[in-house]
Nanobody
Framework: VQLVESGGGLVQPGGSLRLSCAASGFTFSKYVMSWHRQAPGKERQQVALIRVAGRDRYYSDSVKGRFTISRDDAKDTVYLQMNSLRPEDTAVYYC????????WGQGTQVTVSS
């Protein structure tokens, strides 16, 4: 089983990034997918969640209106489109699969700085 995040990097405030999380080794379409982030010295927090077949989506207040979560079950991939990025969005971003079992990716660093 693998969850592999990509798309992180350094971006200026106000910029955009698109994170991807490619899954393998389990039935992706049956799992709720979510993105979480952890800044230095802080607890990991959920920022976005998408249910099976994209029937429902949830966003934390801190990213609502700026981030969009989506999934492509044909590609076993979940995405996080991040717009209007702020320095406080700087963190390691992780994807998580929740179903019969819970899986985590290894994380990708996002740094928002001028």
């Amino acid at each position: 089983v693998q969850l592999v995040e990509s798309g992180g990097g350094l971006v200026q405030p106000g910029g955009s990034l698109r994170l991807s999380c490619a899954a393998s080794g389990f039935t992706f379409s049956k799992y709720v997918m979510s993105w979480h982030r952890q800044a230095p010295g802080k607890e990991r927090q959920q920022v976005a969640l998408i249910r099976v077949a994209g029937r429902d989506r949830y966003y934390s207040d801190s990213v609502k209106g700026r981030f969009t979560i989506s999934r492509d079950d044909a590609k076993d991939t979940v995405y996080l489109q991040m717009n209007s990025l702020r320095p406080e969005d700087t963190a390691v971003y992780y994807c998580k699969a929740t179903g019969e079992t819970t899986y985590w990716g290894q994380g990708t660093q996002v740094t928002v700085s001028s």
